[in-house]
């Protein structure tokens, strides 16, 4: 309650307020619980867990029941469960409790402690990253444009530092292999850190080529982590077409794609154009051509772009598009014809093949009635079996009458 009183001063013809006394009422509000507790624990890692609630008056905390990891406390006067654990397991049921005058809110979690491990992970020049065992195929070398490379990045994934004790080629075949660390090895990298290196593989006749690279590091399932390479130097560069589908797969040249479709529905279908090879790849026509086609009408995207740059390790590429309408149920197909200037495969053409599911008939609507037929040829044959039944009984009549 605020109670003012007013004071006047006749002197200067003023009015002023004074405050006289306060008696303010805050409402009490039960606590509510607000974090989110970190259920993750490592050996030899600190653990912290800070409780923070609402409510009125402020409200104190109590770790009420479960049993703690051996290594973590818990302080009432921080609300904060906080240490290195020493063991590894489950602890399950972790209660913590906040509780004013007007009453408390209860919080049950599960605190799992795993061992301490480093975890390698590696991105490729792309910002891909790669599995361990990862091949790269190189497309387009050829004699006078024989290097390829770029930086790699080793990240650490795990929550202690990873050592990575030596980086160093194996395996090759008609190549040569630069690496260049970031700084003198051995590397120790902080849990969520990365360093990079660059590598360049030079090729060194015509011919196919491969190697492999090892990372030797302290993950415990990852030791070495490796990729490989392989290619083909050619002696002169030329280009080079291939197809994929937006899956990826590849499409022989005079191959065949097929596709199940249910509905006669229109729909699309992607593919890309790619220059694996070491020259201009120069499309032609149209460059996309559609023909015979067979109970379908087909509609082109044409690739954004005439050429293809030389492929430098990773091919070049142009994505087309089908807009595909199946005409009626059953069977449809279509040739696709690209041109290019590839020695040998000019034009390059494929069959794509498709079937579609007849939807089902709408079910038939009868009329209700006592149980009879509405059959009309069976309607037809009751009117004539009770015509007949009538000429009998009148002729059954005049025998009995002449007689």
């Known amino acids: 309650m605020l109670r003012w009183r007013m004071a006047c001063d006749s002197s200067v013809g003023s009015v002023g307020f004074r405050l006289d006394n306060v008696n303010l009422e805050i409402p009490a509000v039960a ?4 974090s989110t507790p970190v259920t993750a624990a490592f050996l030899t890692q600190m653990y912290t867990y800070t409780v923070t609630a609402t409510g009125a008056p402020a409200p104190t905390f109590a770790h009420t029941g479960g049993t703690l990891p051996a290594g973590i406390t ?3 006067g921080t609300a904060t469960f906080s240490g290195t654990p020493t063991a590894t397991g489950t602890f399950a049921n972790i209660e913590v409790t906040a509780t004013n005058a007007s009453g ?6 599960t605190i799992t402690v795993s061992p301490s491990a480093p975890e390698i992970s590696v991105d490729d020049p792309g ?39 030596a980086i160093a080629s194996a395996n090759l075949v008609n190549n040569t292999v630069t690496i260049t660390p970031a700084q003198t090895l051995p590397w120790d990298i902080a849990a969520s850190g990365s360093l990079d290196f660059d590598f360049e593989i030079t090729v060194t006749a015509v011919g196919a080529f491969s190697g492999r690279l090892n990372i030797a590091n302290n993950d415990s399932d990852e030791n070495p982590f490796f990729f490989t390479w392989s290619g083909t130097m ?13 899956t990826g797969a590849n499409i022989p040249n005079n191959g065949q794609v097929n596709y199940p479709n249910a509905g006669t529905l229109n729909f699309t279908r992607t593919f890309d154009i790619r220059n694996e090879g070491g020259a201009m ?11 015979n086609l067979v109970n379908c009408t087909v509609m082109v995207t044409q690739p954004a772009n005439s050429t293809l740059a030389a492929a430098f390790g990773d091919p070049e590429i142009e994505p087309f598009s089908l807009s595909i309408s199946p005409v009626a149920a059953g069977a449809f197909s279509f040739t696709v014809t690209i041109g290019n200037d590839d020695a040998d495969e000019n034009p390059f053409v494929f069959r794509f093949n498709g079937h579609t599911a007849a939807f089902p008939p709408a079910p038939s609507k009868k009329k209700k009635d006592s149980g009879c037929s509405t059959d009309s040829s069976s309607g037809m044959s009751w009117m004539l079996l009770a015509g007949l039944a009538a000429a009998m009984a009148v002729a059954v009549r005049t025998r009995r009458q002449n007689a």
């Open 234 to 246: 050619a002696a002169t560069g030329a280009p080079e077409i291939a197809v994929h589908t937006q």
């Open 74 to 76: 818990f302080n009432a």
């Open 281 to 291: 790849l120069t499309l032609s026509g149209g460059p996309v051509a559609i023909s």
């Open 104 to 109: 408390s809110d209860v919080q049950t979690f």
């Open 127 to 165: 910002s891909t990253t790669i599995n361990s065992g990862h091949n790269f195929v190189i497309y387009g070398l050829f004699t006078g444009t024989n290097v390829i490379g770029g930086t790699f990045t080793i990240n650490n994934l795990g929550n202690v530092d990873l050592t990575i004790s």
């Open 31 to 34: 606590p509510t619980i607000t």
